[in-house]
């Protein structure tokens, strides 16, 4: 499977985006679909997991400001990402998993500054 993320871009502190992942091939069958962030000199660290029956998890760092979901008749998976900081700036990754996959989307940038 092919991962393509998009939605990234220039925020003031305190604004919206919403990322969208969208997979070359159905989503229906992986176990988890997750958004993974990296910043400069930092490591990548999840930011938000959705699983197959919707059950979701959060980075306490992004808990009740962001909110992930997934659309499997469009195989896209959004981040919708709410009163945006300044520490949230990093290139965002999408991921997928299920047994024997574990896939990589290339990264979109959010970058949250005035």
């Known amino acids: 499977v092919q991962l393509q993320a998009c939605g990234g871009g220039l925020v003031q502190p305190g604004g919206s985006l919403r990322l969208s992942c969208a997979a070359s091939?159905?989503?229906?069958?992986?176990?988890?679909m997750s958004w993974y962030r990296q910043a400069p000199g930092k490591q990548r660290e999840l930011v938000a997991t959705?699983?197959?029956?919707?059950?979701?998890v959060y980075a306490g760092s992004v808990k009740d400001r962001f909110a992930i979901s997934r659309d499997n008749a469009k195989d896209t998976v959004y981040l919708q990402m709410n009163s945006l900081k300044p520490e949230d700036t990093a290139v965002y990754y999408c991921?997928?998993?299920?047994?024997?996959?574990?896939?990589w989307g290339e990264g979109t940038q959010v970058t949250v500054s005035s």
């Open positions: 991921n997928a998993k299920r047994i024997g996959v574990n896939a």
């Open positions: 959705i699983t197959s029956s919707g059950s979701t």
């Open positions: 091939g159905s989503i229906f069958s992986f176990n988890t």
